[in-house]
T-cell receptor, first 114, second 108 residues
């Protein structure tokens, strides 16, 4: 298996623009997680899905953030409009369950909002 | 975040032993993960402790005390490639919560 795939790997955009991050989980994993990592706050869970259904989005910072999982092999995290404080590394991870087994992380998307 | 405490940085010498401590809130606790993260890379799984005691896996061992809300990661025979951040991540109500990590620097 190729592991969790994320695109793009790097994104530089201007404040106010829409940003879409993409993720393909490992085949057979029922859970998909979106995280954001910054020096100040560490690795924060934004939202997770089970069988394509959003279960817990309490970590989504505000309405500018939205996530979808239209099928078992694809998820998007969208920021509209983007702000400089959204600059971070965004990781997607997948797992067989939500907490009893290891999560497999993608390589991340480094987002810079100017 | 969420009352997970681990040192921000540690330094050790190649070939030595280092112990990275972690304390956490015990409410809703189901187990504890340790992840390794090299600079610019994704976190990767190291260990998962559910029961009290020490679990050894090669040069790495992880210890858990559920009643004390305490865990440590022990790294033996340190190698330069062990320079990385180590993230303590308790499973709380079946959700993994990550600490900010301990940056470990290995000196030759």
């Amino acid at each position: 298996d190729a592991g969790v795939i994320q695109s793009p790997r790097h994104e530089v955009t201007e404040m106010g623009q829409e940003v879409t991050l993409r993720c393909k989980p490992i085949s057979g994993h029922d859970y998909l997680f979106w995280y954001r990592q910054t020096m100040m706050r560490g690795l924060e869970l934004l939202i997770y899905f089970n069988n394509n259904v959003p279960i817990d989005d309490s970590g989504m910072p505000e309405d500018r953030f939205s996530a979808k999982m239209p099928n078992a092999s694809f998820s998007t995290l969208k920021i509209q409009p983007s702000e400089p404080r959204d600059s971070a590394v965004y990781f997607c991870a997948s797992s067989w369950d939500r907490g009893l087994n290891e999560q497999f992380f993608g390589p991340g998307t480094r987002l810079t909002v100017l | 975040g969420q009352n997970i405490d681990q040192p921000t940085e540690m330094t050790a010498t190649e070939g030595a032993i280092v112990q990275i401590n972690c304390t956490y809130q015990t409410s809703g606790f189901n187990g504890l993960f340790w992840y390794q993260q090299h600079a610019g890379e994704a976190p990767t799984f190291l260990s998962y402790n559910v029961l009290d005691g020490l679990e050894e896996k090669g040069r790495f061992s992880s210890f858990l005390s559920r009643s004390k809300g305490y865990s440590y990661l022990l790294l033996k025979e340190l190698q330069m490639k062990d320079s990385a951040s180590y993230l303590c991540a308790p499973n709380r109500d079946d959700k993994i919560i990550f600490g900010k990590g301990t940056r470990l620097h290995i000196l030759p």
